[in-house]
């Protein structure tokens, strides 16, 4: 089972990014779940030097830029020597602040060149009778994996988040059934871009208001192979819980 915590910018202390840091390792030591935390880069920076326990470390973005005088800008290229080894693309909250279906798919490019795996959120903004909410995660999943290469596609870790269920409580998530559902739909629209069985080893994830409360219903009642994790993964106690449901 994997799991990945993305820290967002809830966390901005050293102290705090250190105790989660530690908890996550003994998670990653005594339960049978993989560890991925995605923290702001500065502070992965300073968590990823000379790691070398289980958990490894994601960045939350990679900018479209390879370097040079772009102010500001965090390459893939920084965040690989940082200690990042995957990197979350696509988040609502980067598509929210402009990322658009080509720019995704190039941030996707660019992190697989510098050997980062990409983790690619996609998810409908509401669900409707009609089915265009499968219509938009095939959009999505469409134009961000059809300009790589059959070998790249092959990389990708795609975390579904319909973006109604993001940021709530557990009683917000989507239901087991209606993921089930859709991690099927999503797998079947993976079959269909990449080649051969190819697409039975890609890691489909769920995210959206994942909390202690609902881990266990919600992995065991679908075939998502883990969950991202959001503001329960910035309070040791509850993200502790939380991989406990999954061991
Ligand atoms: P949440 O965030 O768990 O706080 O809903 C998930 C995400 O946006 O990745």
Not at 154 to 172: H, M
Not at 203 to 227: F, I, Q
């Amino acid at each position: 089972m994997l799991i990945v915590a993305n820290w967002k910018a809830y966390i901005d202390d050293l102290a705090k990014a250190k105790k989660l840091f530690s908890v996550s390792k003994r998670l990653a030591r005594t339960t049978r779940c993989s560890i991925i935390l995605a923290p702001p880069a500065p502070l992965l920076g300073t968590l990823a030097r000379n790691n070398t326990s289980d958990v490894a470390f994601a960045a939350q973005d990679v900018s479209l830029s390879t370097g040079g005088a772009r102010t500001g800008e965090i390459t893939v290229g920084a965040l690989a020597a940082a200690g990042a080894t995957y990197a979350i693309i696509g988040h609502s909250e980067r598509r929210a602040a402009g990322d658009t279906d080509a720019i995704i798919a190039k941030k996707l490019e660019l992190s697989l060149a510098h050997g980062l795996i990409p983790i690619l959120c996609i998810g409908e903004r509401e669900r409707d009778n009609e089915g265009r909410y499968l219509a938009s995660v095939r959009e999505q999943l469409t134009d961000a994996l059809a300009p790589l290469s059959s070998k790249e596609r092959t990389r990708i870790i795609i975390a579904y988040e319909p973006l109604w269920a993001i940021g709530k409580a557990a009683s917000f998530a989507i239901m087991p059934n209606d993921l089930a559902e859709m991690a099927l739909y999503i797998r079947k629209v993976l079959a269909e871009l990449l080649s051969g069985k190819s697409s039975a080893r890609s890691r489909v994830l769920y995210g959206g208001s994942v909390e202690p409360d609902n881990a266990r219903a919600l992995v065991a009642g679908s075939r998502v192979d883990g969950l991202l994790v959001g503001h329960a993964s910035t309070d040791p106690r509850l993200f502790a819980l939380v991989v406990k449901q999954l061991s």
